[in-house]
Structures are given as structure tokens and as C-alpha cells.
């Protein structure tokens, strides 16, 4: 006690405290940096402890232990049948447990964008449980309920437009379950050819999602999916998972086809003599030796004799589900038709699907000069074949400009930039000053469209000049509302034009944002697509569109959309409607519109033809333009309460209702653990996206919060050193 008094009274020199101190925290910077060199040891010892031989299509996961066990590859089988303008997908998943312990698996699941998805079945051995619709909140209880009772459950819920998520508990060591789903979705129709597009992978987006179905997601108490967690499901960067899938396609057209295939994929063209066929060995069509010669490379159509049926099928047993598949045909010339209505009949009610075709007469070749803002995206998820493609597209598109037009570029990542502070008129130095800023462009950084949008929009626009903003992307955007409305409140006497980019793109925001900004939208899957798109595009641009539309439907009670975009050349009108059951009561319709000023009207009549899915495809648009009510500030209760009732009448996913199925029988007792498996996506085909690293499975989190720990307590006792050194007397 007396020497502690002794070193009290002590005082030290200036010059002796300032070397304690730095001495102090030279210490405690050796301990914080040893910290640091045995968390990341570990965590290297850790990574090297997983197994080396992985192999796509395998997926790996890891226990509460920390040791590691293989998961099957998720099987996938898609069949499509299409009937005039509608088709029927299945999508047949099989969720394999190897693992020795009972499994929940997660999976995200692209669809498109306009798909109503009416049904959810699951096969246990030979047992098939039919999915129920219930409010979403409603399902995910009952799934929730079964998990913990150790039941077998399925749930389907919709996290954003194309993307729904699929869940399935208490799958058994060893055990497989087959969940299938089920959605319609009309074929576009566009310059003299019908097209499909059935998402295969996607995407992962920037950002959160800025809607009430996102965050409900995120905040889901029986399967909370938030952000990170939708973005590790989705194709990531470095992974080795290459799902595969057998597809199988069957076409009743309803009139001769001059061409057929898959721009896409490699499938097989074979031909089927009248409306029936024979199927053989598990659903696949038998194929003559002479059908089997017609099979055609990856992106080229064949063209098969008149038939009433048309089969594609794969021509290898199975195809890469790193791209979405395209699937178009084009009618004889001449046969195809100015007018489709397809019907169907439930209780006393009529649901009509009517495409309106106008001559290309209507669209004449526009005089008036242009004024073009090109934005392209060069954020981090363009990189690879898809910043290719949209260099080549953008080259494309100032090619095609006449002397007199102006324009500008808008580049934009994680900030924008101009070529010009204000459009420039077309000149042999300014397109060449352009090329060189698109050389320059490189593919990193996050994707700001909304601030990209709000700066291409801003740009003074030209008195005289009809001013087009052409917008190349992926789309790759969580937040897609907020966008949505940019577009909407800053568009004026604009018109907006998506491009979408690369093999698997946000196709839902390219279609909406075309919407919103009174354009249309146009896809690029490679980049020896970019002459025949871009020819497509332009042909559009330069012609007059068919402006301020009205439809004249004196049958139709509720008509689908509210307020008719304007109709490009080449594009049909396609609307939704329905009425009180009158069978005897032909079809008579008159579209009005403004051809560059000129009036123009277009009578349609003719009977209708009953086909089963039109009641739920009218209630599927129903459903997006009450989503799209949002932009317009319409009350959230009230779009809820409508799209519950619709979604419930028609068995439909929405953003408030989900699909639900369970096995009453439990097969897991209280006692035994059930792990959770997230299955990623493939990553889409050309894909090489920057400023993103490989996930490992270590416990990498835990060491970094131990060290973040260690030296928060170094940093904590440096303090308090230096504070008691400052109280010590000189």
C-alpha cells in the first residue's frame, strides 16, 4: 500500500507520458491485428475444409455443426400448350433430400410477369395434395402450422411481379417430392410473329423492394425472405449450380404456320396430322425418323407443312436453365388474322380476351423530326455478354439517325452521366464523339435507374422535335414503384422505350416502365440479335403510333385496361372484358384513335369462341391494374381488399393470397431437426457481373462479429488508457 502511495505522488515528464501512450497503443494495435490474423486463419481453414470436387448441378449446405452434406440437383420439367393466343404452362420441380436429417427447401422461382398462377399440386410417392388459395397471411400460418407438426407442406408465394418463392417442409432422408405449379400467360404478338417467353433463372436486383408485398416478405414470421436472402436464392456470381430442364411444348395455333422454333434454346420442330396425337414414354412424343431430321440449331426456326398441331421438344434430354426460353412462330402470310376473341362462360358471366390487329396502313411514316435521349445501364450486373449487347445496340441506334435529329446519352451505375449537358444535333463529330464515349463505358457499380430516368427526362426539350427516350437494360431493380412513378410524373409529351439486355432480364420492368412512359418494349437475348431487333424498334419509331385510343364495347361491364396505351406499328390491341352471359349475342366492337392528328376508327365483329383460362386471365389484368393504382395514390387498403376478392373468386397468386398445400399425415417427429436448404438459380448465360464476391459456406460471420468484437474492446481500452494517462499529474 505504501509503495501504490510512492507511484501516485510520482510524476511524470511530457515527454515520458507521450511515449507511454504511443507505446499503449502500439500494444493494443498488435493484439487487434493478431485478432484479426487468427479470425481469418480460421476462416481460410474453415473454406478449406469444404469439399473440393463440387460439380454443377450439386448444392451444398451446412448444419449447425458445420459439417457438410450434398443435396440432389432440382429437377425441372416444363410443358407448355398453347391454344390461339393462350397457353398453359406446368412447371414440374423435384426437390431431392440426400442428406441425412429432414429438410425444408427454399426456392425462388421466375415466372412472367403476366403469369396468372391458379394451381399447386404435391406428389408423395403416389399421394397428390391439390394446393388451396388462401390470404397470404392465412397461408403462411397453415404452412407454418404443418411445418411444426412435422407435415409435409408446399407454399407458393409472390415476392414481386416475376419473381414467387416456393417452399417445401419435411422432406425425409432420402425422400423426393414433387411440387408442380401451373400458370396461363398470353403470346405476344409482335411484327408478324407470335412469342412465349417462360423465365428460366434471373437476375438478382439492386436494392429493396419499395412495395407492401416485399416487405411482408422480409418481415414474414413463418418464412422471412428478405433481401440478402431473395439475392443469395437468386444466381450469384461463382456458383457452380447449372440446373437443368426437360421442356416439351404443343401448339394448336388455329391457323397454318409458316415458321416455328426456339430462339432460345435447341428444340425439335415435329409435325402432328390432325388434332390428335399419341404420346409415348412418360409424355414425350413419338418421333419419326424423318421428323427427327427437322431439328434445327440454337436460334433458328424451322419451317414444318401445314398441321393442326406443331410439337417442339428438346433435342438433347435435357436443356441449361441459364436463359429464358423463347418460343415463337410466325403465320402464312396473309392468314393472320385482324381479329382474335376467345371467351369463357362461368355461372352468368362472359370473360372475353380481344386482340385488335390495325392495318398497317394506320401507322404512317412520321416526318417530324427527332429529338433521341439514349440512357444505357453500365452497372455491375451488365457485365460480360450484356454490356457487349448494349454497346452494340446503342452503336445500332445512333446509326439509324438522320441529319436534323438531336440527341444525347445518359450513362448511368451507381451515378450518371451525360455525353451533353443538352441534346446536340447529329453530326459526322458528334456521332463520333459519341462512339468514343460508348467505348470508354465499363460495367460496375449499383443500378440507379431512378435517378438516370429523372435526369434523361429533365433534358430541355426541343420545340418541333418529337422527343424519344430509348432505355437500355436489365432491369436488374428491386425498387420498381418508385421508378414507375419518376417515369409517370416526369414524362410530359415523352415517349419511353425499354431495351431489355442479356439472357434472363427483369422483363416485368421493362414491359411496366414502356407502359408508363407511353413506349413499348423490346428484347435482346445476344448480340446477333441486334440488327433484327434494333431493325424492329426503328421501324416503330419512325412511324406514327396510334394515339388517345378509345374502345367502344357496349357489351363489356368491367374493361381491361382502364386507360389504352398508344399502339405501335406491327402491335395489336389486346383488352380484357367482361359481361352477362348472352350466348346468342355476337362480339361488336369499334376502337377509336388520332393518327398523327388523322381520326381513325376500326369496327371488329364476329362470334366467340370458348376456350377454358380467359375468366382467369381477365382477372389477372384486373389484378395489375389495381397493382398499378399504387402509382396513381389510390388507398393501399382498398387495392388490398379488391385484389383479395378477385384473386380468392379466381384462384389466383397475388400479393395478398397464396397457394397452400398439405399432407395431413405427419413423417417427422418432435424430436428430429429440420434444416432449411436455400437452392440457387443458374446463373444467366453470359453473365459475368462485377463488384460482387463468391459466398462461402464458413462460419465466416460468426469469426468476423468475434473479431469486430476484439477490436471494439481494444479501441474501448485504448480509450480508457489514454483518459487515466491524461488525469496522471505532470
Do not use: C
Amino acid at each position: 500500500m505504501r509503495k501504490l502511495k510512492i507511484w501516485k505522488r510520482h510524476t511524470l515528464s511530457p515527454s515520458t507520458r507521450e511515449e507511454l501512450e504511443t507505446w499503449t497503443e502500439v500494444l493494443l494495435a498488435l493484439i487487434a491485428v493478431a485478432l484479426l490474423y487468427a479470425t481469418l486463419t480460421a476462416q481460410a481453414a474453415r473454406a478449406a475444409e469444404f469439399p473440393s470436387d463440387v460439380g454443377a448441378p450439386t448444392l451444398f449446405f451446412q448444419s449447425s455443426s458445420g459439417s457438410f452434406a450434398a443435396a440432389a440437383p432440382l429437377e425441372t420439367e416444363v410443358r407448355i400448350s398453347v391454344a390461339g393466343v393462350v397457353a398453359r404452362v406446368r412447371v414440374a420441380q423435384r426437390f431431392h433430400n440426400t442428406g441425412t436429417s429432414y429438410a425444408e427447401a427454399v426456392y425462388v422461382l421466375p415466372l412472367p410477369d403476366d403469369a396468372a398462377v391458379d394451381r399447386l399440386s404435391m406428389k408423395i410417392g403416389e399421394r397428390v395434395i391439390e394446393g388451396e388459395i388462401h390470404e397470404r397471411q392465412s397461408a403462411e400460418r397453415i404452412y407454418g402450422e404443418a411445418r411444426a407438426a412435422g407435415q409435409r407442406a408446399s407454399l407458393v408465394r409472390q415476392t414481386s411481379a416475376n419473381l414467387f418463392t416456393t417452399a417445401v417442409a419435411n422432406i425425409g432422408p432420402g425422400e423426393h417430392i414433387d411440387v408442380t405449379i401451373e400458370y396461363l400467360q398470353t403470346a405476344r404478338y409482335d411484327a408478324g410473329e407470335f412469342s412465349l417467353r417462360v423465365p428460366m433463372t434471373s437476375t438478382p436486383r439492386y436494392g429493396a423492394s419499395d412495395t407492401p408485398e416485399g416487405r411482408a416478405t422480409a418481415g414474414s414470421a413463418v418464412l422471412p425472405e428478405g433481401a440478402p436472402a431473395i439475392r443469395a436464392m437468386m444466381a450469384s456470381p461463382g456458383n457452380a449450380t447449372l440446373h437443368e430442364a426437360y421442356v416439351h411444348a404443343a401448339l394448336a395455333p388455329g391457323m397454318p404456320l409458316e415458321w416455328l422454333g426456339s430462339r432460345s434454346h435447341e428444340l425439335r420442330s415435329i409435325r402432328e396430322q390432325g388434332p390428335a396425337w399419341t404420346a409415348a414414354g412418360g409424355g414425350r412424343t413419338s418421333v419419326s425418323a424423318a421428323a427427327a431430321a427437322s431439328g434445327a440449331a440454337v436460334g433458328e426456326l424451322v419451317q414444318p407443312p401445314p398441321a393442326e398441331l406443331y410439337v417442339l421438344d428438346t433435342v438433347a434430354p435435357r436443356v441449361p436453365m441459364d436463359r429464358d426460353l423463347v418460343i415463337a412462330w410466325r403465320p402464312v402470310v396473309g392468314v393472320a388474322p385482324a381479329i382474335a376473341a376467345l371467351t369463357e362462360t362461368v355461372g352468368e358471366t362472359t370473360y372475353a380476351l380481344l386482340m385488335i390487329l390495325p392495318p398497317a396502313a394506320a401507322h404512317t411514316s412520321s416526318l417530324q423530326p427527332r429529338e433521341q435521349i439514349f440512357v444505357i445501364d453500365s452497372s455491375g450486373s451488365m457485365g460480360g455478354q450484356s454490356i457487349l449487347q448494349a454497346k452494340a445496340a446503342l452503336k445500332n441506334a445512333l446509326g439509324r439517325l438522320r441529319g436534323g435529329d438531336l440527341f444525347n446519352i445518359v450513362d448511368f451505375d451507381s451515378t450518371t452521366t451525360t455525353l451533353y449537358s443538352a441534346p446536340q444535333a447529329f453530326t459526322g463529330t458528334t456521332h463520333a464523339q459519341a462512339l468514343a464515349f460508348i467505348e470508354r463505358l465499363v460495367a460496375d457499380g449499383g443500378t440507379e435507374i431512378g435517378q438516370a430516368i429523372a435526369v434523361a427526362l429533365a433534358q430541355p426539350a426541343t420545340p418541333g422535335y418529337l422527343r424519344q427516350v430509348i432505355f437500355i437494360t436489365d432491369g436488374a431493380v428491386a425498387a420498381e414503384t418508385s421508378v414507375f412513378d419518376e417515369i409517370r410524373g416526369s414524362l410530359r409529351d415523352s415517349r419511353l422505350f425499354t431495351i431489355g439486355i442479356g439472357s434472363a432480364p427483369n422483363s416485368y420492368f421493362m414491359r411496366k416502365a414502356a407502359q408508363f412512359g407511353r413506349g413499348t418494349y423490346t428484347h435482346i437475348g445476344d448480340v446477333a440479335d441486334v440488327g433484327e431487333k434494333m431493325t424492329r424498334l426503328f421501324a416503330k419509331l419512325e412511324r406514327v403510333a396510334l394515339r388517345d385510343v378509345l374502345v367502344d364495347w357496349r357489351q363489356a361491364v368491367e374493361l381491361y385496361p382502364h386507360e389504352i396505351p398508344d399502339v405501335y406499328a406491327g402491335e395489336p390491341l389486346v383488352l380484357a372484358a367482361s359481361f352477362p352471359a348472352r350466348p346468342d349475342r355476337p362480339l361488336i366492337a369499334t376502337a377509336f384513335g388520332q393518327a398523327a392528328g388523322v381520326p381513325w376508327r376500326q369496327t371488329v365483329g364476329g362470334s366467340l369462341s370458348e376456350l377454358p383460362g380467359i375468366a382467369a386471365l381477365w382477372a389477372r389484368r384486373k389484378i395489375e391494374q389495381l397493382i398499378d393504382s399504387r402509382i396513381t395514390g389510390v388507398d393501399e387498403a382498398l387495392i388490398r381488399k379488391l385484389v383479395i376478392e378477385t384473386a380468392l373468386e379466381h384462384h389466383l397468386v397475388s400479393p395478398y393470397t397464396s397457394l397452400v398445400a398439405v399432407d395431413k399425415t405427419p413423417t417427422r417427429s418432435d424430436q428430429a431437426a429440420l434444416e432449411r436448404r436455400r437452392v440457387e438459380n443458374t446463373m444467366p448465360a453470359g453473365a459475368q457481373w462485377q463488384a460482387a464476391f463468391p459466398q462461402t459456406a464458413t462460419p465466416g460471420p460468426l469469426l468476423r462479429w468475434l473479431g469486430a468484437m476484439a477490436l471494439l474492446a481494444a479501441a474501448a481500452l485504448l480509450a480508457a488508457t489514454h483518459r487515466n494517462l491524461r488525469r496522471m499529474p505532470i
